[in-house]
């Protein structure tokens, strides 16, 4: 079996990674500048962003191992939500989630013997009304901080959510199954 290498530094991703039965894969992270061109659409930006990330992996890769990169963000109303600056930009974050459907998208790519595979997948989450102290109470956990839309679902954000439509490790960031079928695909053995 090839080798894989994951081109993230997210430890969310290796977890995931490992919860498909990958116990071994190196890791290397590309730098890639991760703007991209106007009008693009919700999909087409984190497809983008991945391809890029995934030809600068290139360079760090032999042909023969599989490489995997990955895009994800959250998107309200077509606007972007990225990672907040400062708590303040949290609040403002959160507060225009709470009790609202907002889409987080999330596009994978693997590269393998010259080839790009890239596959966008996109859930709808929906947050409960919050208050404000519910929300500066969440923010003070200090989770918000380092996550697209200022939160975590698979933490305590966790418990700001209402409910998902779509699959839910699209919004932890790397979509388990679509991902393990490209893989099998390419020899690689999960479970």
Known sequence: MANIVLC?????????????GIAHFDIRIPEVDESYPEGLTPQETVAH?????????????????????????????HHRLGKPQNEADALAMLTALQGRTHQVCTAF??????????????????FCPCTADTLNTYIATGEPMDKAGSYGIQGYGGLLVDGIHGDYYTVMGLPI???????IELGVTLF
């Not at 790519?109 to 996109?122: A, K």
């Open 8 to 20: 993230s530094a997210s430890p969310r991703r290796q977890e995931l990674l490992q919860q498909m």
């Open 49 to 77: 962003i991945s391809r890029k990330k995934a030809v600068a992996a290139q360079s760090l890769c032999t042909e023969n191992e599989i490489f995997i990169t990955a895009d994800t963000m959250v998107f309200c109303d």
């Open 109 to 126: 790519t693997v590269g393998h013997q010259g080839n790009l595979i890239t596959q966008t997948h996109t859930t709808d989450v929906s």
């Open 177 to 183: 199954a679509p991902l393990g079928r490209v893989l």
